[in-house]
């Protein structure tokens, strides 16, 4: 059960992301859950284990990792479209 809510809040964690940066996740769901795993683990290692915890995810340094990657891979995105 541990790993279904892991995916569940991964998932939310990445569209909320999406949502704030204003850009889709290539991927649809799949993206959001991947952008919610890597952002997290990104946030987790530039800003620290802080703030509040659901189902292992540190919510705060998770959403600003997954914000950042998503910002990062849009720009990309768009570099590569031109």
Known sequence: MGFIWSLIIGGILGWLASLIVG????GG????????????????ALLGNWGPEIGDFFIVPALIGAI???FIVSMIMRAVRK
């Open 23 to 26: 850009k889709d996740v290539p």
């Open 29 to 44: 769901i799949i993206g959001n859950i991947i952008a919610g795993f890597i952002g997290a683990w990104l946030g987790s």
């Open 68 to 70: 950042v990657l998503i």
